[in-house]
């Protein structure tokens, strides 16, 4: 090979080595730049606040198996106590952050709070009326509105209601948020938030 050549291969190949050092640069850029930033770096004054409460230990995705259960039913003996068993301490879900331990509601423990009451309404006798009609109402909207947002276009075999349920209680398996993940954030929150009251209250 010719050294003029040798040097002009050379040189396409120091370009194309610069160019995907700045791909990589760039992409790692945009990851960064998509990170939230840590809690340190808010003010927690007034809307100077994270979006999204930080989940500890949380895997990125987890796939949950979508599936009927009689546990979650309007009249089973033990529905009440499963209804229950899936909402966080006496917190109500939820959680106080920041250097003056401001209060805030987790979206999702407020859904699973208007599943309660809309399954409470279900299982009465009669038209819900007063309070319960108005909570009935803001819960049916606040779970359109959060059902949009959360949009899982996840194809599911045919017609659900073909299936036997007994039989075939699992529809289809889904990649999710690591609950497990959010249930431990939200007992470690509400154990600092004891603590706190312990000492300062």
Aim: glycine share 6%; aromatic share 10%.
């Amino acid at each position: 090979m010719s050294r003029p050549l040798a040097l002009g291969l050379l040189a396409v190949l120091g370009v194309v080595n610069v160019l995907v050092d700045y791909s990589f640069v760039q992409d790692f850029r945009k990851a960064f730049s998509e990170r939230p930033p840590p809690l340190s770096h808010f003010t927690w004054i007034e809307d100077d606040v994270p979006e999204r409460m930080a989940l500890r230990n949380a895997r990125p995705h987890v796939m949950m198996s979508i599936e009927e259960s009689v546990r979650f039913g309007l009249h089973e003996p033990e529905a009440s106590l499963e209804w229950l068993w899936q909402s966080t301490p006496n917190d109500g879900g939820n959680v106080h952050m920041g250097p003056n331990n401001r209060f805030f509601v987790v979206a999702l423990t407020h859904q699973q709070h208007c599943l309660r009451g809309i399954r409470t309404v279900l299982e009465s006798e009669g038209v819900p009326t007063g309070h319960d009609l108005h909570h009935s109402e803001h819960c049916l909207s606040f779970m359109r509105e959060h059902t949009l947002c959360a949009a899982d276009i996840t194809l599911e075999p045919g017609d659900p209601f073909s299936r036997n349920f007994t039989s075939e209680r699992v529809a289809v398996e889904r990649e999710c948020m690591d609950v497990e993940a959010f249930y431990e954030t939200m007992w470690s929150q509400w154990n600092e938030w004891l603590g706190f009251k312990k000492d300062h209250m």
